[in-house]
């Protein structure tokens, strides 16, 4: 028995390795974590453009533009860049005579809450606006344009939702802070006229076509 084990075991051994063959063009190198990393990265775009109303910061319901670029990282906060411009408004002194309001200003939001419920994008914002604001009166003794410098806070909550492609509805609202509360006043005969006061807390609402890249 012994010597019949030790005459299998020398035929083993004398048996022929498997051949295996290796091609030295294949890349059996692990994955680039570059690529892995890339996905995770990358940052999508969403420019905008829409129509936009304020109130309490102009007198009236002011209309106006908004023209904007939001940055989305797979992770961390979104962070949003805006320019608006609203059209003139009129706070009146009398039948006649009156003032009118123009404002503009850029403003750069960051938004640490995001969410996403069936394709709709939500982000909670807030946000600094600086800019300016222009008023010059009409039927008086002085017509000559002014400006006046703005500065604002805000917080707000906009949504993003596609709508084919790379298309989107965008929507948002948002409450404004002014750093100081302007007063426009019209002196007549040495009777002094308050025309409008800018109010402490001002609301924004805008409706919005982006695109996303």
């Given at each position: ?143 000559a344009p002014e400006l006046r410098w703005l500065a604002l806070s805000s917080v707000g909550l ?37 025309l409008f006061r800018m109010a402490g807390l001002g609301a924004g609402l805008d409706l919005s076509m982006g695109w996303r890249f």
């Amino acid at each position: 028995m012994l010597a019949a084990r030790e005459q299998r075991a020398a035929a083993f051994e004398h048996e022929p390795a498997p051949h295996q063959e290796f091609d030295r063009d294949a890349d059996i190198s692990p994955p680039s974590s570059s690529n892995v990393e890339g996905d995770v990265s990358r940052t999508e775009r969403e420019i905008s453009l829409g129509a936009v109303a304020a109130v309490g910061l102009l007198p009236g319901v002011a209309p106006g533009l908004r023209a904007g670029l939001d940055l989305h990282p797979r992770r961390g906060p979104t962070f949003k860049v805006e320019v608006d411009y609203f059209w003139d408004q009129d706070a009146s002194y009398d039948a006649a005579a009156g003032t009118r309001f123009s404002m503009a200003w850029a403003g750069l939001s960051v938004c640490p809450l995001h969410a996403t419920i069936v394709k709709t994008r939500l982000v909670a914002c807030i946000a600094a606006e600086a800019g300016a604001l222009r008023f010059r009166s009409y039927e008086t003794s002085s017509s000559a344009p002014e400006l006046r410098w703005l500065a604002l806070s805000s917080v707000g909550l906009s949504a993003s939702h596609p709508i084919g492609g790379r298309w989107a509805l965008m929507a948002s609202g948002s409450v404004f802070v002014p750093w100081v509360r302007d007063t426009f006043e019209i002196h007549d005969g040495g009777r002094t006229t308050e025309l409008f006061r800018m109010a402490g807390l001002g609301a924004g609402l805008d409706l919005s076509m982006g695109w996303r890249f």
